[in-house]
């Protein structure tokens, strides 16, 4: 498996709501509980903001939360603001001894 | 305040070699499992490997096994990446990271070091 299947892009207006999903397979995001998500802006270093699948580090802001349905993880971006156009990543552990990352999905506002 | 500081990042031709270095502080190194991730140019984030608190469990993607090496030195609270049999597509911006309990919890971040892979 080369990646986690992230949508390209996702568009939205200021105090929308938008959710990007993440699909990997029963060897990733199926079987275990242990889905990360990275927003990165341009030119910048990467930043967790959520691990676990649903909990936030101290200092995120609650207008992001995760979730996740069998082979398919998401994120939610409420109460859209400007300074969350960014890229973000998901990222899941793999049997047996791997790490994965997502495409990435731009975030337009 | 944890603090991650790569170097090492260099042009080199294809087949070369490089080694790069991490220096962290602001923790008990020695407590924590280290991670390097890179980033091509424009593009986006990929594992390249892990090695345990104690160096006695190393894993790597399977792009780069049996080419680069992960060592540290907790004595000098330093990680390394050793490339060798550079190609180009392992041109990227090479970040050191902090586990932060789970294998995917990249809880702290360098900056990055560039690796450029060309002749």
């Known amino acids: 498996q080369s990646a986690l299947t992230q949508p390209a892009s996702v568009s939205g207006s200021p105090g929308q709501s938008i959710t990007i999903s993440c699909t990997g397979s029963?060897?990733?995001?199926?079987?275990?509980?242990?889905v990360s998500w990275y927003q990165q802006h341009p030119g910048k270093v990467p930043k967790m903001i959520i691990y676990?699948?649903?909990k936030r580090p101290s200092g995120v802001s609650n207008r992001f939360s995760g979730s996740k349905s069998a082979n398919t993880a998401s994120l939610t971006i409420s109460g859209l603001q400007a300074e969350d156009e960014a890229t973000y990543y998901c990222?899941?552990?793999?049997?047996?001894?791997?790490?994965?990352f997502g495409g990435g999905t731009e975030v337009t506002v | 305040e944890v603090q991650l500081v790569e170097s090492g990042g260099a042009v080199v031709q294809p087949g070369g070699s490089l080694r790069l270095s991490c220096v962290a502080s602001?923790?008990?190194?020695?407590?924590?499992?280290m991670h390097w991730v890179r980033q091509p140019p424009g593009k986006g984030l990929e594992w390249v490997g892990l090695?345990?608190?104690?160096?006695?469990?190393?894993y790597y993607a399977d792009s780069v096994r049996g080419r680069f090496t992960i060592s540290r030195d907790n004595r000098r609270d330093s990680l390394y990446l050793q490339l060798n049999s550079l190609r180009r597509e392992d041109t990227a911006l090479y970040y050191c990271?902090?586990?932060?309990?789970?294998?995917?919890?990249?809880?702290?971040w360098g900056r990055g070091t560039l690796v450029t892979v060309s002749s």
């Open positions: 990271v902090k586990e932060g309990g789970n294998w995917n919890d990249f809880d702290y």
């Open positions: 602001g923790l008990n190194f020695d407590d924590y499992s």
């Open positions: 090695i345990s608190k104690k160096s006695d469990k190393r």
């Open positions: 029963n060897n990733d995001i199926g079987s275990y509980d242990l």
């Open positions: 676990e699948v649903t």
């Open positions: 990222c899941s552990y793999v049997d047996p001894t791997k790490v994965i």
